[in-house]
């Protein structure tokens, strides 16, 4: 089964609230996806040489809901506020990267760039 990570979002994951996630990656990449799949959800990609292997962990199983698709940034509908896990980050005071989340969402609508949309459902969260 592939993994995908939630890094700095992970918080809003345990909480239930993240339903969304958005992904820079390559269009040949993002298609191999498909509504239906299972994946391991980690708090951190295991791969990267920069985290010591000890630190990344599954963190549970998602499932997706549509193939991803690709979306411009200006154009995210006001729902994923919520659905990205911003709300909670937010009231949280969690940081995405360093930034607070409504700095990135606001960056995100005056973005030229896109992003691949991942519409997910929980399947099982692990303590």
Known sequence: MRIISFAWTTP??????????????????????????NLQAWNKNPRLKHYPRFMARKVGEIQ???DPYLEPLAEVPLADWVEEGFEYLQSHGYKIDGI??????NGWKISDESRWVNRFEIVSLEG
Request: aromatic share 14%.
């Open 12 to 37: 809003a994951l345990l909480a239930r609230q993240k339903s969304v996630t958005r992904r820079d990656w390559k269009y040949d990449y993002a298609k191999t996806f498909k509504a239906g799949e």
């Open 64 to 66: 997706l809901r549509e």
């Open 100 to 105: 607070a989340p409504i700095d990135l969402w």
